[in-house]
């Protein structure tokens, strides 16, 4: 069984919709993230999120909304999408992200492959 | 500057075989975690193995084990015994203990095994 859960899997949006991602995971992780990936490409770090507060936001465009309405929850709220924003957004989560957490394993969900027409 | 290095875009093994992946880093945090992940064309990013800049011993997971070569910074993961389900993107990642939050990831090696 997944671990961290992602829906949808398959999202299609035009660029004046409004859509959230989901993602949830009930392992106990504080840690959770928001990764964006292009095709053929590594993930690249979009939010992190500790104890429910939003601890990096790697200048994402403002289009891109995070919110942690809980330590099991995290949605990435989508509007005015640009066809170039398509691409697989991952979430993960991880038991903590402070100093001295290298060891800590980012346990990734199946991710949501977004599609901006 | 990149911090993780990949140098075989794509790989090619023969089942059954045994075949290294090549990563190499850079970092002067002297305190550091080294990541291998697997991505099939599901796309689901899973964990294979971990190795602690700390840890003495190189990690063995089942058929995977990491060459970690400290001094020359580089973290080499060998899949023994190839499996035509190993076709697969795979990507090595490291976390700096004191250093952000955030896993920096390589270019990724696509594998392909062959029958």
Redesign the interface.
């Known amino acids: 069984d997944?671990e961290v859960t992602q829906t949808p899997k398959h999202l299609v949006m035009g660029m004046t919709n409004k859509k959230s991602l989901k993602c949830e995971q009930h392992m106990g992780h504080r840690?959770m993230y928001w990764y964006k990936q292009k095709a053929?490409?590594?993930?690249e770090?979009m939010f992190?999120y500790?104890y429910e507060k939003l601890?990096?936001n790697e200048s994402v465009p403002s289009r891109f909304s995070p919110e942690c309405p809980n330590s099991s929850l995290l949605n990435l709220h989508l509007h005015a999408l640009q066809p170039e924003d398509s691409a697989?957004y991952?979430c993960?989560s991880s038991q903590e992200?402070h100093?001295?957490?290298?060891?800590?394993?980012?346990?990734?969900?199946?991710?949501s492959?977004l599609t901006v027409l | 500057a990149q911090k993780i290095t990949q140098t075989q875009p794509g790989m090619f093994v023969q089942e059954k075989e045994a075949v290294t992946l090549d990563c190499t880093y850079d970092t002067s945090d002297p305190s550091y975690g080294l990541f291998w992940y697997k991505q099939p064309s599901s796309g689901e990013m899973i964990f294979l193995i971990y190795q602690g800049s700390y840890d003495q011993q190189n990690a063995t997971e089942g058929r995977y084990s990491l060459n970690f070569q400290k001094a020359r910074k580089s973290a080499n993961l060998v899949i023994s015994a190839s499996q035509l389900g190993d076709s697969a993107m795979y990507f090595c990642a490291m976390r700096e203990n004191n250093y952000g939050q955030n896993f920096v990831f390589g270019p990724g090696t696509r594998l392909s095994v062959l029958p």
């Open positions: 997944t840690a053929k490409k590594p993930p770090l992190v500790s601890s990096i697989l991952l993960a992200t100093r001295g957490s290298g060891a800590n394993v980012l346990t990734f969900g199946a991710g492959r």
